[in-house]
């Protein structure tokens, strides 16, 4: 059992809270962990700030990237932010966590074998929007070709740039769900 938090618009929030996660937005986009719903998480031996805060952060910048013209689609003012409390109920046979060191090494091994593969425009421009990641994209190559295995949830300590600025080291730990129907409870909290 996992709670997550997501982070958006007060407006999307709610519908969310009202119908749940809409599964028309993937896998038209891929970020770090594939197509999915993502979630930060607790992860209790880092010292990251809380998922919730985290949640609320994402949603900001994100906000800041439509008012500025970053994004596909423009968001009209100061939007209200959101963020969305979620439980996802999954079997550890059905989980990956990249922190694993075995998982972690497996992913790069299948990685470096299809490198070739990795930078070929049809591989890479699938007309998705600027979220597209390629370890994403690499994951669900495999996953398409039957050489990782489709996992409800994927979980990784990963760094989202909330102040615009990059970094090598995680800043949180992010869920992404790919099997909706693990997400037994959904609740707006702000």
Partial sequence: MFIAFH????????????????????????????????GYIDDPD??????????????????????????????????RIGVVQFTVDVEEKDFCD???????????????????LIHLPRLMDRGASSRDNEDGIVIEWLIKHRKFQDYVALAMETYTPFLARSSNFPNG??????DLTHIVEVRLIK
């Avoid at 922190?99 to 074998?113: Q, T, V």
């Fill in 46 to 79: 880092m010292p990251f700030a809380p998922p919730e805060y985290n949640a609320t952060q994402y949603a900001r910048m994100k906000m800041r990237m439509h008012a500025y013209g970053h994004s596909s689609s423009r968001t009209p003012g100061n939007p």
């Fill in 98 to 116: 990249f922190n694993d060191r075995s998982n972690m090494i497996r992913f790069l091994k299948l990685k470096k074998r299809i490198e070739a």
């Fill in 7 to 38: 982070g958006t618009s007060y407006q999307n929030a709610q519908a969310i809270e009202h119908h749940g996660f809409a599964t028309e937005r993937f896998p038209n986009w891929t970020s770090d962990l594939g197509a999915g719903v993502y």
């Fill in 173 to 178: 730990r992010e869920i992404c769900i790919r």
